[in-house]
């Protein structure tokens, strides 16, 4: 059976095509997995802990192929990847230009002549072409891949929407992600733009049946997914403020103290910048004041604290 089930609402809850290739899935490294008619999926063997298993390559199409994120400049990784798309390849897009997505798109491109896609220049990365919000990237008539802006995780960060003729998937890069935690990491990183991100995710219409994460298996329920993100966020940001109002002024690290108790100690820098682009949200909302700037060293204060901050001990 092919094609959109037309029974279905389309506002409510995604149909579309059946995706394989969950969590227990992923790899080993250099496997080819064919998760739909369209979509491929290659590990890189860069496995870490904000990697996860490493990152997926997306192969998509079949007469003409897209590589989404090649991934790091790791020749063994990019020989599987050009093994795979043949002569089809057309296009290299890429979500953002971290060291595990994009580097690699310049080997292929030497490799191949095909232009590279993204949305900016920085970090070493240059596109070709520029890529924005609603760009369509790449695609035909059977199917279309088109650009969806994403800021949080970098401000720079593309997901990709895909259309094909038995419905929609979305590459989700790493705003969302199966397994690990995305890094919201200010400046560049935004919690703010992130959240409104995941939200967008959550607009789209028709929804994508599931989602294809830079890192981690398919997401095959998009919608629980991605509200339990934004749900787990904020709550959070509300534990944060209702500490921070309670003592007055914090810093980043004695909020994470209070915050994240038993936090597994590699997660602490994942955890300071978060709390830190917590704060920075919570003050373009008016609600807290950076008192004594310094990043991810700063000092912060509640503005809606009934603690008068003159009565307690300078932090130095
Ligand atoms: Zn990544």
Redesign the pocket.
Known sequence: MSGIDETRDPGHGPAGPEVTGGPATVGPPGRVDTLSPLVRRILCPNPSL??GPG?NTYLVGTGEVAVV?PGPDDPVHLERVLVAAGEALRWIVV??A?P??APGARRLAERTGVAVLGFDERAGFRPDRRVGDGDEVAGGTAWQLTALYTPG?SSDHLCFVLDGEDGRLLLS??HV?DGSTVVIAPPDGDMAAYLEGLRRVLSLRPEPASLLP??GGVVRQPRERVEHYLEHRLARERALAAVLGAAGSASVDELVATVYEGLDPALAPIARYSVWAHLRKLAGEGLVIEEAPGGLEGRWRSVSSSVPTDTRPADT
């Open positions: 904000m990697t990152t994120d979500t953002h971290h595990d997505h995780h890069g790493d992600m830079g890192h």
